[in-house]
């Protein structure tokens, strides 16, 4: 009687270590995609989400219409993160770093690549960017040259274009300058020493 109920309480803790393991929530990019508000991506509606993510899962590279009528099209995709695009200007790359937590980065290419980084929780409310990231300044950017020549950078760089990429496998956030395709070649080889090529950040699990 004993061992019988030595094996019964075994097969119970299993079925609970089982049942636990099962309990942790499952990250899936597609279903974050096509969970997103309207107000997150406008113009795509449900059926065309669902399109985007059957076209690249089964290898057509097929662009969809979206209610503009621009094309749109998944381009990318890991276990946390897919990434498409709208038109000719759009990239979007949707991540969930942990099933707590969202992480959307928007680039526009008018006329050169610029990012916006967006945090949400996991029912798509937006949280401050500041509880996640502190985004680069001009003094990030400089290199020694540039701190050096900061008033002629100010002077010929007012801004600082930049697109993002968010490997979230990697836990490694990327920001790379675009400005060498703002300037003119003969201007960009006199401040590119000035600027650095990129700024790198980890991903620590919450931010």
Excluded at 12 to 39: G, Q, Y
Excluded at 116 to 143: A, G, R, S, V
Excluded at 181 to 187: C, W
């Amino acid at each position: 009687m004993k061992r019988v109920l030595f094996i019964l309480l075994t097969i119970a803790a299993t079925v609970l270590t089982v049942d636990a393991k099962e309990a942790i929530p499952v990250v899936d990019p597609d279903e974050t995609f096509v969970s997103a508000p309207d107000d997150v991506f406008p113009t795509l509606d449900t059926d065309t989400r669902m399109d985007m993510i059957d076209y690249y899962n089964c290898g057509y590279n097929r662009p969809s219409l979206d209610i503009l009528e621009d094309s749109c099209m998944m381009i990318a995709k890991d276990s946390l993160s897919v990434t498409i695009t709208i038109g000719k200007t759009q990239e979007h790359q949707l991540s969930m770093p942990t099933y707590k937590h969202i992480v959307l980065i928007s680039t526009y290419s008018i006329p050169v690549d610029d990012s916006e980084i967006k945090f949400y929780d996991n029912e798509w409310k937006q949280q401050p960017t500041e509880n996640y990231i502190i985004l680069p300044t001009l003094d990030d950017w400089l290199t020694d040259e540039g701190a050096k020549n900061r008033i002629d950078v100010e002077n010929i760089m007012p801004f600082i274009a930049a697109k993002y990429d968010f490997k979230a496998i990697d836990a490694e956030l990327t920001i790379t300058n675009s400005m060498s395709k703002y300037y003119d070649k003969s201007t960009w080889e006199q401040v590119k020493s000035w600027i650095r090529p990129c700024i790198k950040y980890k991903w620590t699990g919450k931010k």
